[in-house]
């Protein structure tokens, strides 16, 4: 199965959460920068990270998964970084779903917050962030087959 952890990060918080789950997968963290729609064709499970800025996933996020081709047969997961609350992932959950996709979990932690000149959540995510967000993957990755059962 092909699988893509695919992410949008404006500070490198939820950048290093998806580094975090693509260890855990054997592949490497793809930002949306580098990447065109037509790239994820092909893709069996499908990791989307973003933070959350005016309580929306970043533009760009959205403009991507909007491009996307169809996702019918595509399992999903969601996740992303946040100062107050993880207001973005609804949206990207929706957009996916309307292209067809599967999503089947989420995760979400603090990120420092820049927009509170590093006030809010300094040092996050942390170690016990990151291995949330591994557990969140290998659980997923489990669920659909990627990983055999008996992974930890
Ligand atoms: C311009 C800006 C706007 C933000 N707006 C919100 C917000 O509305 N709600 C919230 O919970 N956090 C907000 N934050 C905090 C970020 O979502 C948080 O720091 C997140 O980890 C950023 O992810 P990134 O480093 O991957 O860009 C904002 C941060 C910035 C820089």
Redesign the pocket.
């Known amino acids: 199965m092909n699988v893509r952890v695919i992410y949008a ?7 290093k959460v998806a580094r975090a789950i693509a260890d855990v997968l054997g592949v490497e963290p793809e930002d949306i920068r580098s990447l065109k729609p037509g790239d994820v064709a092909g893709v069996g499970l499908l990791f989307v990270g973003d ?5 929306k996933p970043s533009r760009r996020m959205v403009r991507f998964l909007k491009s996307l081709p169809d996702l019918r047969g595509v399992v999903a997961g969601v996740f992303g ?5 993880p ?1 973005q992932l609804p949206l990207l959950k929706r957009i996916l779903v309307e292209k067809g996709a599967e999503v089947v979990g989420e995760f979400a932690c603090p ?5 509170t000149f590093g006030l809010l ?1 300094r040092g996050r995510p942390n170690e016990r962030d990151l291995e949330r967000a591994r557990a969140f993957a290998a659980e997923i990755a489990r669920k659909t087959g990627y990983l055999p059962e008996s992974s930890s």
């Open positions: 990060s404006l500070t490198g918080n939820t950048a933070g959350v800025y005016g309580w970084t946040y100062g107050a609350r207001t990120g420092v917050d820049w927009f959540r």
